[in-house]
Nanobody
Framework: QVQLVESGGGLVQPGGSLRLSCAAS????????MGWYRQAPGKQRELVAS???????TYADSVKGRFTISRDNVKNMGYLQMNSLKPEDTAVYYC?????????????WGQGTQVTVSS
């Protein structure tokens, strides 16, 4: 089993920036995609950004132009750079990795990190 640990969340003023990190406990093989999701109180979890094993990125319309997803396969790390943060970005952010290894699919989640955007 692989553990994913997010970090980098916190309290930031509107217009500020944060960089979230996702660390895997060990190398992960057969990754199809890594994604960042978020869940605000009373709302469903939503996809914020994803990056495939080929580097193709997708973003929710609400974060396009402000957030950037990246990954470092050597360091087993994923990142979400968040700029121009808005109060509506407040949520718990989760890291997710999906893939297939030796014929078995996997779907790993981190425990989440809180991001609060408020003045």
């Amino acid at each position: 089993q692989v553990q994913l640990v997010e970090s980098g969340g916190g309290l930031v003023q509107p217009g500020g920036s944060l960089r979230l990190s996702c660390a895997a406990s060990r190398s992960i093989f057969g990754i199809n995609a890594m994604g960042w999701y978020r869940q605000a109180p009373g709302k469903q979890r939503e996809l914020v950004a994803s990056i495939t094993n080929r580097g193709t990125t997708t973003y929710a319309d609400s974060v396009k132009g402000r957030f950037t997803i990246s990954r470092d396969n050597v360091k087993n790390m994923g990142y979400l750079q968040m700029n121009s943060l808005k109060p509506e970005d407040t949520a718990v952010y989760y890291c997710n990795v999906v893939g297939t290894w030796r014929g078995e699919e996997y779907d790993y989640w981190g425990q989440g990190t809180q991001v609060t955007v408020s003045s």
